[in-house]
Nanobody, 115 residues
Framework: QVQLVESGGGLVQPGGSLRLSCAAS????????MAWYRQAPGKQRDLVAS???????KYGDSVKGRFAISGVNAKNTVYLQMNSLKPEDTAIYYC?????????WGRGTQVTVSS
């Protein structure tokens, strides 16, 4: 079994920063891809950032230059550093791991960007 638990969400003003954490347990290998997704009400779930054991990263177009994913090597915790936050970043953020095509998800953590 695999368990992913997100934390670090909350309310922040535009231009502020948050650091999300995902505590992972189970049969996760360093080679598995881990990622953050987000979903706002009425919207589809979109990729925010992903990282491989080799350090290759991908980012959604709307967060490039503002967000950074890290912590994949240990596989116990993966982080998402979010800077220069915008109201459009408001969503539930989900941690994800791809185990050779089988996806596991955390429950999500709410991020609200508002003045």
């Amino acid at each position: 079994q695999v368990q992913l638990v997100e934390s670090g969400g909350g309310l922040v003003q535009p231009g502020g920063s948050l650091r999300l954490s995902c505590a992972a347990s189970g049969s996760i290998l360093a080679s598995n891809v881990m990622a953050w997704y987000r979903q706002a009400p009425g919207k589809q779930r979109d990729l925010v950032a992903s990282i491989t054991g080799g350090g290759s990263t991908k980012y959604g177009d709307s967060v490039k230059g503002r967000f950074a994913i890290s912590g994949v090597n240990a596989k116990n915790t993966v982080y998402l550093q979010m800077n220069s936050l915008k109201p459009e970043d408001t969503a539930i953020y989900y941690c994800n791991v791809d185990l050779d095509g089988v996806n596991y998800w955390g429950r999500g953590t709410q991020v609200t960007v508002s003045s």
